[in-house]
């Protein structure tokens, strides 16, 4: 895959000796690791630690969110949306008809030509 004539360092010999070499630790060194590794794990006490219990879907949105102000917040304004999609106020109708009831066509948003004529 790699040009070996531009390479700057012939690597394959390193990698070859290594493949050879099959030497593993010895075990008096891996006990030696497993009973630091105890040792450590004794002196902060995550060995004795229960796991941690899966909180509810309700109590982590409850975090993510920021608290219960935040869910009293929420549901203030989704209560008064329900209820001005209900019961519009007297006011709300007539302004809906003057936005909404207007229809707009692309051809209102693009100059024509005669327009284009007319600036000089």
Same mark, same amino acid.
């Given at each position: 895959?790699?040009?070996?004539?531009?390479?700057?360092?012939?690597?394959?010999?390193?990698?070859?000796?290594?493949?050879?070499?099959?030497?593993?630790?010895?075990?008096?060194?891996?006990?030696?690791?497993?009973?630091?590794? #105890? *040792?450590?794990?004794?002196? @902060? +006490?995550?060995?004795?630690?229960?796991?941690?219990?899966?909180?509810? $879907?309700?109590?982590? &949105?409850?975090?993510?969110?920021?608290?219960?102000?935040?869910?009293?917040?929420?549901?203030?304004?989704?209560?008064?949306?329900?209820?001005?999609?209900?019961?519009?106020?007297?006011?709300?109708? #007539? *302004?809906?008809?003057?936005? @909404? +009831?207007?229809?707009?066509?692309?051809?209102?948003?693009?100059?024509? $030509?005669?327009?284009? &004529?007319?600036?000089?």
């Amino acid at each position: 895959m790699s040009d070996h004539r531009t390479d700057p360092f012939d690597l394959d010999s390193f990698f070859e000796a290594e493949k050879k070499d099959t030497s593993e630790p010895s075990a008096e060194f891996l006990a030696n690791v497993l009973a630091d590794a #105890t *040792l450590v794990q004794n002196q @902060l +006490g995550l060995a004795n630690k229960a796991p941690k219990t899966s909180t509810g $879907f309700w109590r982590t &949105l409850n975090a993510v969110l920021g608290g219960w102000p935040t869910f009293a917040g929420l549901a203030t304004a989704t209560i008064a949306g329900v209820w001005i999609g209900v019961s519009p106020p007297q006011g709300l109708d #007539t *302004l809906t008809d003057s936005v @909404l +009831g207007n229809s707009f066509d692309y051809s209102d948003y693009l100059p024509s $030509f005669d327009s284009v &004529l007319t600036e000089g």
